[in-house]
């Protein structure tokens, strides 16, 4: 059973550019959420995915947009890159509609994106 | 506003001996608590959970306590291996059914001595 997978697993960009990073989840699972972790913090949270619309969201520009695919896989993207986006972008899946039981997020390893 | 806190961002403990990681909130909303483990080049890896309901819940050699009245939880490891050389997160969430937003505490790096 396939984990949480993320693509690329490293990219390099340069300012004012445009990224799109990928994520296919956890067999089963039909919820993404993307987190942003720089170096030495915590992740934090961009979004959350469901049903193919966003339905929650953390405190990040409208730059960073997103989609979901019927398949469950998502994609971020990133327009404008500015030299502070540079961080690890992880992708975590999980299964939705449990009622009280609550469901874990499962990480896939992360893109590293340095801008330049 | 950092909402969930682990001040202490490096342990360092000898094999076979406990480690307490421990991790502060301010958020009373928070209903639900997760630890992670991360190695370098991999993703958080999910260790333990605890619902606000309870103070204590136990996986093996794992155990997170939590104090609602004083906001702190705390995750022990007891032996602790080599092999749990890694940085913890602790994260929190609010609201019921699913987990949607995820907020995290900074990370403390383990480094079990053998």
């Known amino acids: 059973d396939a984990g949480v997978t993320q693509s690329p697993t490293h990219l390099i960009k340069t300012r004012g550019q445009q990224v799109t990073l990928r994520c296919s989840p956890k067999?089963?699972?039909?919820?993404v959420s993307w987190y942003q972790q720089a170096l030495g913090q915590g992740p934090q949270f961009i979004f959350q995915?469901?049903?193919?619309?966003?339905?929650q969201r953390g405190n990040f520009p409208d730059r960073f947009s997103g989609h979901q695919f019927p398949n469950y896989s998502s994609e971020l993207n990133v327009n404008a890159l500015l030299l502070g986006d540079s961080a690890l972008y992880l992708c975590?899946?999980?299964?939705?509609?449990?009622?009280?039981?609550?469901?874990?997020?499962?990480f896939g390893a992360g893109t590293r994106l340095s801008v330049l | 506003d950092q909402q969930v806190k682990q001040n202490s961002p490096s342990l360092s403990v000898q094999e076979g001996r406990i480690s307490i990681l421990n991790c502060d909130y301010t958020?009373?909303?928070?209903?639900?608590f997760l630890w992670y483990k991360k190695y370098p080049a991999e993703g958080p890896t999910f260790l333990i959970s605890?619902?606000?309901?309870?103070d204590k819940n136990e996986d093996g050699r794992f155990t997170v306590f939590l104090n609602k009245s004083a906001k702190h939880l705390s995750l022990h490891i007891v032996p602790s291996q080599p092999g749990d050389s890694a940085v913890y997160f602790c994260?929190?969430?609010?609201?019921?059914?699913?987990?949607?937003?995820?907020?995290f505490g900074q990370g403390t790096t383990l480094q079990v001595k053998p």
């Open positions: 994260a929190a969430a609010y609201g019921s059914g699913n987990t949607g937003k995820l907020i």
């Open positions: 995915y469901y049903e193919e619309e966003e339905r």
């Open positions: 958020n009373s909303m928070f209903d639900y």
């Open positions: 605890i619902s606000s309901i309870k």
């Open positions: 975590a899946s999980s299964r939705r509609g449990q009622g009280r039981i609550r469901n874990i997020q499962y």
């Open positions: 067999s089963g699972h039909d919820t």
